[in-house]
């Protein structure tokens, strides 16, 4: 079972910058990729950004060129996986849960993980 926690969402203006944390209860050899979704009031869950294992990240097209997905950090004792989201020149459209979603390798099932998602507002 792997948990995740999200945090660093908040009430920001337009234009404004918000950094997303995701934290996850296992290590980088358990995972394939780590993702980011939100879903704004009344909508569909939508896929954001991607970063796999091996470096590789994909973006949505609304959020290109303002978001940017790190690559894995682990912490000291290697028990857990962080990644960012740099979230950059926001805009009201923005406003939504941000949800954080891990793979797991075919040893580790190759199951799916959600965290209980962070809130993120952006004013006009």
């Known amino acids: 079972q792997v948990q995740l926690v999200e945090s660093g969402g908040g009430l920001v203006q337009a234009g404004g910058s918000l950094r997303l944390s995701c934290a996850a209860s296992?290590?980088?050899?358990?995972?394939?990729?780590m993702c980011w979704y939100r879903q704004a009031p009344g909508n569909q869950r939508e896929w954001v950004a991607t970063?796999?294992?091996?470096?590789?990240?994909?973006?949505?097209?609304?959020i290109k060129g303002r978001f940017t997905i790190s690559t894995f950090t682990l912490s000291r004792d290697n028990a857990k996986t962080t990644v960012y989201l740099q979230m950059n020149s926001l805009k009201p459209e923005d406003t939504a849960v941000y949800y954080c979603?891990?793979?797991?390798?075919?040893?580790?099932?190759?199951?799916?993980?959600w965290g209980p998602g962070t809130q993120v507002t952006v004013s006009s």
């Open positions: 979603n891990a793979q797991t390798t075919p040893s580790w099932g190759n199951r799916e993980y």
């Open positions: 296992t290590t980088v050899s358990s995972l394939t990729a």
């Open positions: 970063v796999t294992t091996d470096g590789r990240t994909r973006y949505t097209g609304a």
